[in-house]
């Protein structure tokens, strides 16, 4: 730090000190707390001392079937945002960008809405879909010609995925259909039409030019989605009913709410859903650095 | 310029303090009031939650030095932010609770209950206030009677119009699928997608029946009796029976709670089971007027001394935490507001909402222009001998084993037995 800086130092901590306070008191402070309930025996609920129990909450989970079964629904959730949400999107941003449709705007608006709505009143419109005699199943009624038909998707917890992963597709693909349409819309004319003139047909312009400039949107909406996958609660929580099919479709924090918010016969209940917040933040991590690294690996000269 | 600026900056720095010191002098006033910090249950499009905002409007502007300053919540979000406002050490100074595994649980462990006996007003009728501790602690007071949650609500005219009369025996109830599957009616109705009702409103019935002990829950929690005895498993096969003979479809796995008042509000079902709360949900009038609430008939492989029992829990209400009760002035203004909230007057109204059984307090008559289906309800309370609740002692993964377990033997995944032997392996761990 040389003297000019030395000086201006005070300024600088004005400007971050006061958003670092709320950051730290906010964010951090719950995280560092969460870190050291995972490795003790404390129920902040009771009180009193606690313990030090090392990794007895981690090994507890790994032993857990609950938690494997949540693990393998949260990566389903995330392969469908990665490689369902973002490539979907990709198209139909394309689609739209290059007028291949007429009304582009109503398509545009029609395709962005659900993420208007509340995710929760999606849950439950969806809920709706799949209950009893309801809309889906209705139509099931209508294909096979018998009237006792039922969608029972929900019921199974090696089907229960499906109809989810649809409403994810349903929900999310518009948001990331307008991130690439954004920058769709910032490459030059100019590039595309010298192309034409070049030879180019509509999907080497597609593969050759489009998919390259995108590459570092693609790369953060892949972050996101993968962030995003990882965290999500609501919709699963809003599209179940409690019981066999909240349980068939457990995602890591749904694991980690029933834990810590329901599971009154556990007194070590706090800490053991603070380690399976861990775990999801720890995942996070492990799934962003790998999709750097597939991303560095496949265009090593990209952006980021 | 510079100087129109600097003022501007100054006058914009200041404005918070100014705000600080007004809000600081709007507390200095509310401080002159007793503030009681309370947790209350319901939400602004149910009865419960306009009921109370009416009625805490009305209590403070009687006692303009008492300040009811509420949070008001629902279903799920309300556990959740108890939890979570007791780990956090921000304890109420009064809520909404109950005694039991699930409504009791989170403010036992917090040691947040408080004995309301020595305090407790001569308007309640201490006999219909059951003990809640072991030594007979109070520690909430009750909206109303034992909380029946094993209803079985028969709308009569359908059943009539099929050319049947009232179940006497399961068989009875099994002789009318035919007829009823004609006319494309289910006999019973039950919300099967949420794993509660399975537990609270059909099988902590069917097992006082089946073992002939009202009290088998709590001595399986305790360890007298195990999950996977005959009784528990007698209980999951008469599940599994109920979906074979038609009584209870295969579908009702798929059936949500308002989809199944739904169902029974246009005359879709002869029966359905819920608790004791859903009577003030059937608006229909051809149907509130047709419906007999009665306890499940005799059924099969039941045991002696148990005949027309429900499962009824201790029904929660509005409770003193420690934290309110340890500061006097909180702790009379909190019983002040309580003695209010149960007067006559309310009592009766919710009485009349359907949203209680019959209130707790002493002498009190049920007024005669009371809708019929209340007054049935207040009959079946009064004749049926009452059984424990599973959920009032089972909670947690053990709970949630035993009602997902019922859905998966509805749904042909899993059989009697291996959902028995996974609720004791847990109750166990």
Redesign the interface.
């Known amino acids: 730090m040389n003297l000019r800086d030395r000086r201006e130092f005070p300024v600088y901590l004005g400007f971050v000190a006061p958003a670092l306070v709320v950051y730290l008191a906010i964010v951090a402070y719950p995280v560092f707390y969460s870190v050291f309930l995972s490795f003790s025996d404390f129920?902040?609920?009771?009180?009193g001392n606690w313990n030090f129990v090392g990794l007895m909450h981690y090994t507890r989970m790994l032993q857990d079937p609950n938690f494997w079964h949540a693990l393998k629904n949260n990566l389903i959730v995330v392969a469908v945002s990665v490689f369902g949400q973002i490539p979907i999107g990709f198209v139909l941003a394309y689609i739209l960008y290059r007028n291949m449709v007429k009304a582009r705007i109503f398509f545009q608006s029609m395709l962005f809405l659900p993420h208007f709505l509340s995710v929760i009143v999606i849950g439950t419109i969806w809920?709706r879909m799949?209950?009893?005699?309801?809309p889906v199943?209705g139509i099931i009624q209508f294909v096979t010609g018998d009237p006792?038909a039922?969608?029972?998707m929900?019921?199974?917890a090696n089907q229960v995925m499906i109809p989810i992963g649809f409403a994810l597709i349903w929900i999310y693909t518009g948001l990331y259909m307008i991130i690439f349409l954004a920058n769709l819309q910032k490459i030059e004319d100019s590039l595309i039409e010298s192309a034409k003139i070049d030879g180019a047909n509509e999907a080497q312009i597609f593969m050759r030019i489009i998919v390259p400039i995108l590459w570092g949107t693609i790369l953060i909406s892949s972050v996101l989605a993968i962030a995003g996958s990882l965290k999500g609660f609501d919709l699963i929580f809003g599209i179940t009913?409690?019981?066999?099919?909240r349980?068939n479709a457990l995602v890591l924090p749904i694991f980690m709410?029933?834990t810590?918010?329901?599971?009154?016969?556990?007194?070590m209940r706090?800490a053991y859903g603070s380690t399976i917040s861990n775990a999801i933040v720890i995942i996070s991590l492990i799934m962003i650095v790998f999709s750097n690294f597939i991303s560095k690996r496949f265009n090593p000269g990209e952006e980021e | 310029m510079k100087k129109a600026l600097v003022l501007l900056i100054v006058i914009m720095m200041l404005v918070p303090f100014v705000v600080i010191a007004g809000g600081q002098q709007e507390q200095g006033q509310k401080s002159e009031k007793i503030v009681v910090d309370v947790m209350a249950y319901g939400d602004n499009s149910n009865q419960e939650g306009v009921s109370w905002k009416r009625i805490v409007e009305a209590f403070e502007k009687q006692n303009p030095n008492i300040d009811i300053d509420d949070e008001m919540l629902y279903d799920e979000a309300y556990h959740q932010k108890v939890v979570a406002r007791l780990a956090a050490g921000d304890v109420p100074d009064m809520a909404y609770m109950g005694a039991d595994a699930r409504w009791g649980a989170p403010w036992k462990e917090a040691d947040q209950q408080w004995d309301h006996r020595e305090y407790l007003d001569p308007m309640y009728d201490r006999d219909l206030i059951p003990a809640m501790g072991p030594n007979g602690e109070i520690y909430e007071i009750p909206l109303g009677t034992s909380n029946i949650t094993t209803v079985l609500y028969m709308n009569e005219d359908l059943v009539k119009s099929l050319g049947f009369s009232a179940p006497e025996t399961y068989e009875d109830m099994v002789a009318m699928v035919p007829a009823a599957r004609q006319a494309g009616l289910d006999v019973v109705t039950i919300d099967g997608a949420d794993g509660w009702a399975w537990g609270s409103c059909l099988m902590s019935a069917v097992i006082a029946r089946m073992s002939g002990d009202r009290n088998w829950v709590s001595k399986a929690v305790a360890g007298e009796n195990k999950f996977n005895d005959p009784a528990m498993l007698k209980t999951l096969e008469f599940v599994q029976q109920m979906v074979e003979d038609g009584v209870i479809t295969e579908k009702s796995v798929l059936v949500d709670y308002g989809a199944n008042t739904s169902k029974y509000n246009n005359g879709e079902a002869l029966f359905m089971v819920q608790g004791q709360w859903v009577a003030g949900a059937i608006e229909n009038p051809d149907v509130k007027a047709a419906t007999q609430l009665m306890a499940w008939p005799e059924l099969p492989g039941q045991k002696d001394g148990v005949e027309g029992s429900v499962a009824a829990a201790i029904q929660v209400g509005y409770g003193l935490t420690k934290n309110g009760a340890s500061d006097p002035a909180v702790r009379d203004a909190a019983l002040k507001f309580l003695n209010y909230f149960y007067s006559e007057p309310e009592s009766t109204q919710r009485l009349r909402d359907g949203a209680i059984v019959a209130p707790i307090l002493k002498g009190y008559d049920v007024p005669e222009d009371i809708e019929p289906i209340v007054k049935r309800k207040v009959e079946l309370a009064q004749t049926a001998m009452n059984t424990e609740v599973i959920d009032a002692f089972l909670t947690g993964a053990p709970n949630d084993a035993l009602n997902s377990g019922a859905q998966k033997i509805v749904a042909g995944q899993a059989t009697p037995q291996e959902v028995a032997d996974q609720v004791e392996k847990l109750v166990r761990q």
């Open positions: 129920n902040p609920n009771k009180g809920k799949f209950e009893a005699d309801g199943s006792s039922q969608f029972t929900m019921l199974h009913t409690q019981g066999l099919q349980q709410y029933e810590a918010f329901r599971d009154y016969s556990d007194p706090f």
